[in-house]
């Protein structure tokens, strides 16, 4: 089983709609958890922290579910800019092992 | 501040040539690491270095050497470069490890 899951989608919306990704992990013990944004042929970028009580930046919110074990990224009013692929990235809290999933691809249509 | 450098940006390689990938950061962060991504893999971890002098393998490190030269560079060496190693290879670091990692732009390595 892989540690950290996501759905490769893609996910095509219209511009001004929220669409929300969900990210799996394995391991239990897993004590932070991360977004990031890549765009094509770059490098990826911190998106926002996960936090136990959720935390939100602008339209952008994140959820953490322990119980179940899944992260979740809601995008409100999304933005032909937020068209990118987002990574879900957990820490394993043994080692320095930073887990990544294979990205969740998100195109926002005019 | 340029945050993660990377060298080269593209690289061309022939089946048994040997090359170093630089990597180095001025953020004053302790702990830095070397991935690759590959298509549909995501990240992997080669190496990472939690602090000056330290290194430790990844998820995937045979093939590969890695040097902590200072605390503000890590090299990352192929010394027989395979065709399975044709990839993009980030660098990234972090303050500590649990914390956010901020990355390079990525090495784009073809092995023929």
């Known amino acids: 089983r892989k540690e950290v899951e996501q759905d490769p989608g893609p996910f095509n919306v219209p511009e001004g709609a929220t669409v929300a990704f969900n990210c799996t992990y394995s391991?239990?013990?897993?004590?932070?958890f991360f977004w990031y944004r890549q765009d094509c042929r770059k490098e990826p970028k911190l998106l926002m922290s996960v936090y136990s009580s959720g935390n939100e930046d602008g339209r952008f919110t994140a959820q953490l579910n322990r119980a179940s074990q899944y992260i979740s990224l809601l995008i409100r009013d999304s933005k032909l800019s937020d068209s990118a692929t987002y990574l879900c990235?957990?820490?394993?809290?043994?080692?320095?092992?930073?887990?990544f999933g294979t990205g969740t691809s998100l195109t926002v249509i005019p | 501040n340029a945050g993660v450098t990377q060298t080269p940006k593209f690289q061309v390689l022939k089946t048994g040539q040997s090359m170093t990938l630089q990597c180095a950061q001025d953020?004053?962060?302790?702990?830095m690491y070397w991935y690759r991504q590959d298509p549909g893999m995501g990240l992997r971890l080669i190496y990472y270095?939690?602090?000056?002098?330290?290194?430790d393998k990844g998820e995937v490190p045979n093939g590969y050497n890695v040097s902590r030269l200072n605390k503000r560079e890590f090299s990352l060496r192929l010394e027989s470069a395979a065709p399975s190693q044709t990839s993009v290879y980030f660098c990234?670091?972090?303050?500590?490890?649990?914390?956010?990692?901020?990355f390079g732009p990525g090495t784009r390595l073809t092995v023929t």
């Open positions: 990234a670091s972090s303050e500590n490890r649990d914390y956010e990692q901020y």
């Open positions: 270095s939690a602090s000056e002098g330290t290194t």
């Open positions: 953020m004053n962060h302790n702990s």
């Open positions: 990235v957990v820490n394993a809290n043994t080692g320095n092992q930073f887990y």
């Open positions: 391991n239990s013990a897993s004590q932070s």
